[in-house]
């Protein structure tokens, strides 16, 4: 049989995705896991229905701070149980690659989506948390890029990281859906609370505050804006910094692209260099879920060679 | 005659320091004109005086944003008698590079300075504005690396730049003497008025300042303070993105290291992810005035091969 396909592998805080992908980036088969259960367990289960004798090796975007050359991973904070765990066994044979997740996304967006058309690229993952990787001459930049937590309010909101006013703490999905649940405690008249989530407010997602702020909802339409404000600001900085061709947004927070992006795009238009910024791009990522699985499938065919030198 | 030398060009807001470097980086010939002339005309002066059958280019390290590809200064926020100003035909017959000038100031640490033990540094420069420079495996990452407009306290204080709340807003030797004449202004007690400077706080400098710090001064204290962790914050946002061996620092506010620089590595270290910042350098650079020239030379000998690919 042809060695000439990898598995990729997404083990983000909830579910794991997994596909056995071809040298031209085609998906010949993926599933789904949850990884509420024992993640390395997930892991396993995953390997061993993609595996077959045509995969040359095994790539990982995983949520955290990972070390690469010792395949480990050195803090996941949300997904703990992987704190520490050498991932280089789990491949029985084949090499194992592992990355950090929004840095997969990035290399899977530049292989397969919307990054095919730059040298270099800023993505963000917004979801629960914010995540960055840097796509530079056509490979991935091998820094933390860890943008979430880089603090643009500096007294601002207690980050869980054990700084203040980190990106994640104003423009994430947490931060949206926190910022909602709050003003309703505090009293807010909001038709959120009324006509989602059941009138739990605890239960809110922010796809129910997107479809309130969609219908009107004043509260809802505020805590988008805020939150785009914020990222906009963070995305200034890192335009200021990176000088990318362009910053591709991913993550489930892109849904409200005509709200929160929108904002967003305005307020790092206001704030970054015009020489930079002008001629920039922000747009969405193409390949949504399927990113992160390319992006470490990316990694097995090329190794070494994915990332700038 | 040999072709092995480069002239090597540091073109700041008041001082153009230039110098003949040989292959190995030694300083063989140096010199020093004001810039409150004509700029163009004195960096003609230079390269002439300089100029002899061994030079195999010219490499420019400028205050500003360049394009480095047209050798031209897009813009130069603090000379701008030179910005959209073309280098390229400054050589006559000699190729020119041109690049930033923390960029040249980071090339230079690492090819003769503080840089040498390290394959991945952020240089910053901080004067009369913040400048950054980032080394990536050895190479100058071809970003901007516009650190000192990095907004950390987003709603702040207004930047030239057009932004709020920049890092260089709060951490530059600007921030620090304007901290110190608003609060003379305002009726603090300093012996800073009394005894530096003549009286007159509108000719306060950074080393009054930090002498009256020095001599127990207290309001001069605090202003140092609150500019280093501010600076701080700077630092840890770059750790968390940028994950560097070494932070290393140039110019002149690190005459004030037992102050300002010590609060900075103490709120960096408070503020980025502890398996980032455990086992980094913060360090001075070692070249002062002649890393500039020196990382200019550099680019001479390297070309595109001083860069990442």
Redesign the interface.
């Known amino acids: 049989m042809l060695k000439d396909k990898a598995i990729g592998i997404d083990v983000g805080g909830t579910n794991l995705r997994a596909a056995l992908v071809s040298a031209d980036g085609a998906i010949i088969k993926k599933l789904k896991e949850t990884t509420t259960g024992n993640v390395m367990d997930a892991l396993k289960m995953a390997i061993e229905s993609l595996m077959d004798d045509s995969v040359v090796g095994i790539g990982m975007g995983v949520a955290g701070?990972i070390n690469r050359k010792e395949k480990k991973v050195?803090?996941s904070p949300n997904i703990p149980a992987i704190n520490g765990q050498d991932f280089g066994g789990l491949g029985g044979g084949v090499p194992v690659f592992i990355e950090n997740d929004a840095s997969t996304a990035a290399l899977g967006e530049m292989w397969m989506g919307a990054g095919r058309d730059f040298e270099?690229f800023v993505l963000l993952t917004l979801g629960t948390g914010i995540g960055?990787g840097f796509i530079?001459?056509g490979k991935l930049?091998?820094?933390?890029?860890?943008?979430g937590?880089?603090?643009?309010?500096?007294?601002g909101r207690k980050c869980p990281?054990?700084?203040?006013g980190c990106l994640e703490t104003y423009a994430s999905a947490r931060a949206i859906t926190g910022a909602v649940t709050k003003a309703i405690e505090n009293g807010a008249e909001s038709a959120v609370f009324k006509d989602y989530a059941g009138g739990n407010i605890y239960k809110l997602t922010p796809e129910d505050i997107y479809r309130a702020a969609f219908d009107g909802d004043n509260l809802a339409r505020e805590a988008l804006k805020d939150a785009g404000k914020?990222l906009g600001?963070g995305i200034?900085?890192l335009?200021?910094?990176?000088?990318?061709e362009a910053v591709i947004l991913a993550g489930g927070l892109i849904g409200a692209w005509d709200i929160y992006i929108n904002e967003a795009v305005k307020e790092a238009s206001?704030?970054?260099?015009?020489?930079?910024s002008e001629n920039i791009k922000i747009l969405p990522a193409s390949r949504g879920d399927d990113a992160g699985v390319l992006g470490a499938a990316h990694l097995v065919f090329h190794g070494e060679k994915a990332y700038?030198?």
Chains 1, 2 share one sequence.
Request: hydrophobic content about 40%.
């Open positions: 701070l050195i803090i270099s960055g530079h001459k930049l091998d820094v933390a890029a860890e943008a937590h880089m603090s643009i309010e500096q007294g990281c054990g700084s203040y914020y600001i200034a900085n335009i200021n910094i990176m000088s990318p206001k704030r970054a260099f015009k020489s930079l700038t030198c």
